[in-house]
């Protein structure tokens, strides 16, 4: 039987942690024997991935105006067609009705869809309530985290949806030994990495807390990895507090992988997520991990006080910083999150996550 034809379709395949999920499926769909497309609509691409690209930010047409959108629809809709594809997975954000129906009427005509929801946030999504029929009509809409479907989803009246959470990649493990791997730090580090939006990653929280922990009179660094608007605005905060000599500002890198694995912990302090990928990622390297437990993602991820710490999303700078002081001081607890971190997220690997994705896919 020849394999059924898949399109991934996404903004791009740099930065991110949906971006890298988006990849990775590509990787699990393509090793299930799936016939995978991957069509991208900025010419941004940092992850490895599996299968034929269709990169639409390099179609030569004029940048970022109604037409060069346009034509990228149609020019999509050609690929689909030419290709026989079966099914689109879509995991671009959908938050404008009218561009959405576009998709829906003309580029996805006939063919079967499945939105991937990674966002938590219900303005995201159903700003515009139109936006229900849209995911009504889809052949399924797959959910990132358990929350988003029951909470967001099933609660406006959406029920062609399930959970499957996104996968960490055992490929992770050969990246922290690869040769060029960075210089580390010498000393025990906390390490944040992402973009640096401090609306979403509330990274002047962290700051905060690391200073009232105090854990940097002792030499402890904090390492924030990545790039974004807010960097400036970070590092002048940084600038003003007395642990400023133990904050490290480090560009983003396509490998962050030798940094999570020798950080004592990886931290999150966000106001939302979906489903954050540095926690799994973090864990499966044996790094335990930190967060506050806000309403999408971390209760998934942790079991508090055995790989990491909840602490509550309402949580105060003293409580996170309590728990900082925890894994730094305590090396018994340390020791136990550590031994337990990499088996607690088995069941996001890459065979687990596979085989659920096959399981609907199969019946298309």
Known sequence: MLPKKVCIVGISLAVGGAERSMATLSKMLSESLFEVHVAILKDQIDFQYSGTLLNLGKTGLLPKTFLNRFFKMLHLR???????????????????????????????????VIYVVHSSRQETHFKDKRLIQLFKANFANVCVSEYIE???????????????????????????????????????????????QNAVKNLTFLLDAFEYSNVWKNGVELLILGNGKDKELLQQKARGLDCHEFVCFLPYTKNPYPYIANARSVVLTSNYEGFPMVLIEALSLGTPVISLDIISGPSEIIQDTKNGILVP???????????????VYDQVFYDSCKQNAATSVERFSMENISRQWRKLLETL
């Open 313 to 327: 999303a309402n949580g105060k700078v003293e409580t996170f910083s309590e728990s900082m002081k925890t894994m």
């Open 150 to 196: 029951k909470e967001i989803l099933n609660k406006n009246g959406i029920e062609n949806t399930r959970t499957i959470h996104n996968a960490y990649n055992m490929a992770y493990e050969k990246l922290v030994k690869e040769n060029d791997k960075p210089e580390l730090p010498n000393k025990p580090y906390f390490l944040f990495y992402g973009r640096l």
């Open 78 to 112: 050609s690929y689909i067609k030419k290709n026989s594809i079966s099914c689109v997975i879509d995991n671009r954000p959908k938050n404008n009705y009218l561009k959405e129906l576009f998709y829906q009427k003309l580029v996805y005509r006939g063919i079967k």
